[in-house]
């Protein structure tokens, strides 16, 4: 089945518009800080030092730092990075040597974005729109790629990676979290009848002998939960070392 793409992005800018203005709404994906904190793992003092600005929009599936943090004077860009929880932390890591590159392309969350550099004062940050498929840098320019819950929302997956490999300096990392769906088993079933969903979390360097695989678990979200019934990822709970 073809993709009209032009037609998800406009549905995709929609919905998250929506988030960067009003993220308590209530949606089909869980938001905020304490979502990011109890299911996902994100630790809450980190939170804490940020505005609710950047914390309340947050919408990832996962926490693609705890797999390794930025360095300082690091360059880092952020694929799909929304109003900037990810982007933040690693502006703190970076420190005022480095630079994060924050792309995404909804514009409310770009002005959010924008609003946050204000904000926080990590003056390290620059907003760019663009799309996963066509990032705006250059070629070898970046040494850490880190996405949250975006690439399972792009139609051409394969450009995505092609991207991040592309604006990588050798020796670079990618670091993302994302969703994926697992076709049930013959004679299995998940308690909700539906596909199982399982979050990843995944870091890859460019050198060849680096390479490693964190998978999360998932659990039932507590009680209050806005989608009863569907899965929270949990902290990531192991790293795999592969030659």
Known sequence: MTVDTARLREAIQVVYSEVAGDPKKGYHFH???TYAVDCL??????????????????????????????????????IGAGSGLDTFLAAKAVGASGRVIAVDMTPAMLAR???????TGLTQVEYREGFAE?????????????????????????????EAH????????????????????????????RPELAALSWKESTSPRSRRLGS????????????????????????????
Do not use: H, M
């Not at 974005?113 to 904000?119: H, K, P, T, V």
């Not at 993302?176 to 079933?189: A, Y």
């Not at 999360?216 to 795999?240: E, H």
């Open 31 to 33: 938001t905020g800080p």
């Open 41 to 78: 793992g994100y630790p809450a003092a980190d939170l804490r030092e940020l505005p609710d600005s950047v914390t309340g929009p947050f919408a990832g599936v996962g926490a693609p730092l705890s797999l390794g943090a930025p360095r300082l004077g690091e360059i880092v860009l952020d």
């Open 113 to 119: 974005g924008r609003e946050n550099i204000a904000l």
């Open 134 to 162: 066509t990032l705006p840098a250059a070629d070898e320019s970046v040494d850490l790629v880190i996405s949250n819950g975006v690439i399972n929302l792009s139609p051409d997956k394969a450009a995505v990676f092609r």
């Open 166 to 193: 592309r604006v990588l300096k050798p020796g670079g990392r990618l670091t993302l979290s994302c969703t994926k769906t697992s076709p049930q088993r013959p004679g299995t079933t998940s308690p909700s009848g």
């Open 216 to 243: 999360s678990t998932w659990k039932s979200p507590g009680a209050g939960a806005r989608s009863p019934g569907l899965p929270v990822n949990a902290r990531p709970t192991s790293s795999t070392p592969r030659a």
